[in-house]
């Protein structure tokens, strides 16, 4: 007998475990990235990840998925897996590794933003502040300890401009995802298709542009593991959550993984934040708490 729907309790609820596990996946991709290098550790995480929701939540029979939903819902997702993976693999330092990750982190709010311009999602004043204010700490994570010095974050973005560059392009693909699937799914999941998809184009960017040489040890080995389950498990849960729990809760619980995540990622790779940056963080999370309580409570317009 087939199972019955999640609630829409139940199914957030799982999208929240998502959330603990996308903390440690900045520190976890970094760590493998450098023993195996950008493309070919991230082919390994996705590669595993794909095996493990293979064994866990199975594949969807492609006659089942909408075909609006598998073709636009897998270009998203494998665009976003590569900037994410690759704009941490191609920091130069640990310590731009997770300022890169915090650039990320400015999906919840592009989120809100484009479930209020193509959703009908309604919201009140507050989205300006919130938006501000969350732009503003990217700033100031970018910028150090000299403040809010736009010559100083111009310089740090052009030490390296193909990572914090994918990681903004990054943040947008994935907005657009979770705004997609919500709209074209139809209640279908093909999460396992999406990873392993990705998975393949990484492994033939390594075969036909060059990898870097991968350096196995047991600690390398411990942090794919890892790594893979957090991807893997944490993309399951939340396509779930997407697809039939409660979309504005999620992405204002997610508003609090850029905090979980730096102090992860700076334990893992051992790197000392400075409070500038914990300011920014700050404000990232502020700002997004923002944007999500200027949705709440308000109706979803006819558009949706």
Same mark, same amino acid.
């Given at each position: 007998?087939?199972?019955?729907?999640?609630?829409?309790?139940?199914?957030?609820? *799982?999208?929240?475990?998502?959330? *603990?596990?996308?903390?440690?996946?900045?520190?976890?991709?970094?760590?493998?990235?450098?023993?195996?290098?950008?493309?070919?550790?991230?082919?390994?995480?996705?590669?595993?990840?794909?095996?493990?929701?293979?064994?866990?939540?199975?594949?969807?029979?492609?006659?089942?998925?909408?075909?609006?939903?598998?073709?636009?819902?897998?270009?998203?997702?494998?665009?976003?897996?590569?900037?994410?993976?690759?704009?941490?693999?191609?920091?130069? @330092?640990?310590?731009?590794?997770?300022? *890169?990750?915090?650039?990320?982190?400015?999906?919840?709010?592009?989120?809100?933003?484009?479930?209020? /311009?193509?959703?009908?999602?309604?919201?009140?004043?507050?989205? *300006?502040?919130?938006?501000?204010?969350?732009?503003?700490?990217?700033?100031?994570?970018?910028?150090?300890?000299?403040?809010?010095?736009? /010559?100083?974050?111009?310089?740090?973005?052009?030490?390296?401009?193909?990572?914090?560059?994918?990681?903004?392009?990054?943040?947008?693909?994935? /907005?657009?995802?979770? @705004?997609?699937?919500?709209?074209?799914?139809?209640?279908?999941?093909?999460?396992?298709?999406?990873?392993?998809?990705?998975?393949?184009?990484?492994?033939?960017?390594?075969?036909?542009?060059?990898?870097?040489?991968?350096?196995?040890?047991?600690?390398?080995?411990?942090?794919?593991?890892?790594?893979?389950?957090?991807?893997?498990?944490?993309?399951?849960?939340?396509?779930?959550?997407?697809?039939?729990?409660?979309? @504005?809760?999620?992405?204002?619980?997610?508003?609090?993984?850029?905090?979980?995540?730096?102090?992860?990622?700076?334990?893992?790779?051992?790197?000392?934040?400075?409070?500038?940056?914990?300011?920014?963080?700050?404000?990232?999370?502020?700002?997004?708490?923002?944007?999500?309580?200027?949705?709440?409570?308000?109706?979803?317009?006819?558009?949706?």
């Amino acid at each position: 007998m087939p199972r019955p729907p999640l609630s829409i309790r139940h199914a957030t609820l *799982v999208g929240l475990i998502a959330i *603990v596990l996308w903390s440690s996946v900045v520190g976890l991709i970094r760590s493998v990235s450098t023993c195996l290098g950008p493309t070919g550790g991230a082919a390994m995480i996705y590669t595993l990840g794909a095996l493990l929701l293979a064994l866990t939540a199975g594949f969807t029979p492609l006659r089942t998925i909408p075909r609006a939903y598998l073709g636009w819902g897998s270009l998203l997702f494998v665009a976003y897996e590569w900037c994410l993976s690759l704009s941490i693999g191609y920091a130069h @330092t640990a310590q731009q590794a997770i300022e *890169v990750g915090m650039v990320n982190y400015l999906w919840p709010t592009f989120t809100l933003l484009a479930a209020i /311009a193509f959703n009908g999602q309604r919201a009140n004043g507050l989205i *300006v502040p919130g938006v501000l204010i969350a732009l503003a700490g990217i700033c100031r994570v970018l910028a150090g300890e000299q403040g809010l010095d736009w /010559a100083g974050m111009l310089t740090n973005i052009q030490s390296n401009p193909l990572s914090y560059g994918l990681a903004f392009l990054g943040a947008l693909l994935w /907005a657009a995802y979770c @705004t997609v699937t919500a709209r074209m799914a139809r209640g279908r999941n093909a999460i396992t298709l999406f990873v392993t998809l990705t998975a393949l184009s990484l492994w033939a960017k390594y075969l036909i542009v060059g990898g870097e040489p991968m350096h196995w040890s047991l600690s390398t080995g411990i942090h794919l593991v890892f790594a893979a389950a957090a991807m893997g498990l944490g993309y399951g849960a939340w396509n779930v959550g997407i697809l039939h729990g409660n979309v @504005t809760v999620l992405a204002g619980a997610s508003y609090f993984t850029p905090v979980f995540s730096a102090a992860l990622a700076a334990a893992l790779l051992q790197v000392p934040l400075t409070p500038a940056f914990w300011l920014g963080t700050g404000m990232v999370c502020g700002g997004a708490v923002l944007c999500w309580l200027a949705t709440r409570g308000q109706p979803v317009g006819a558009k949706s």
